[in-house]
């Protein structure tokens, strides 16, 4: 018995100071989840207040909702390390304690697209736009994928 004993207080010396020593090291990670949650968020945010023509306080309530699981948003509808600018139809998320800026801006024809990190406003000019027109004819009677139209399941 005093084996068993022994080997389960070495068991949980062991495990104990384990977990321990593991809460102490610093997380590398944390660097890329922020940078990853600021370029979903000014993704978001950008399709939300520029393809979606949603109010700020839209956004954070629906599009950033879930962003809880992951630490949460980077700030409020009534400001945070965050900035929009209405003439260029972009977003930037982030910079100092909330990870590298990430900026989304909205082209022409396709929505809003996340920019590298690095990239800054000045270099929307150079990202896509399609200036390819819509497809001829109600959509609604074109065929998927051209069009609205999806044929009944069977």
Same mark, same amino acid.
């Given at each position: ?46 399709? $939300?207040?520029? =393809?979606?023509?949603? =109010? ?15 630490? $949460? ?57 399609? =200036? ?14 051209? $069009? ?7």
């Amino acid at each position: 018995m005093s084996r068993s004993l022994w080997l389960i207080c070495l068991y949980w010396l062991f495990g104990v100071a384990g977990q321990c020593a593991l809460a102490d090291e610093p997380d590398h990670l944390e660097a890329n989840r922020k940078m990853i949650r600021n370029g979903v968020q000014a993704v978001l945010m950008c399709n $939300g207040l520029f =393809t979606s023509h949603r =109010t700020l306080e839209q956004v954070f309530e629906q599009e950033l909702a879930y962003l809880f699981r992951f630490g $949460g948003a980077v700030g409020t509808a009534s400001g945070g390390d965050y900035f929009v600018d209405h003439e260029r139809r972009a977003v930037g998320v982030g910079g100092d304690t909330a990870g590298a800026r990430i900026h989304a801006a909205f082209r022409e024809g396709i929505s809003c697209v996340v920019m590298a990190p690095g990239q800054g406003l000045d270099d929307i000019d150079s990202l896509p736009i399609s =200036t390819m027109p819509p497809p001829a004819g109600d959509p609604g009677t074109i065929p998927w994928p051209d $069009g609205d139209l999806v044929p009944p399941v069977r």
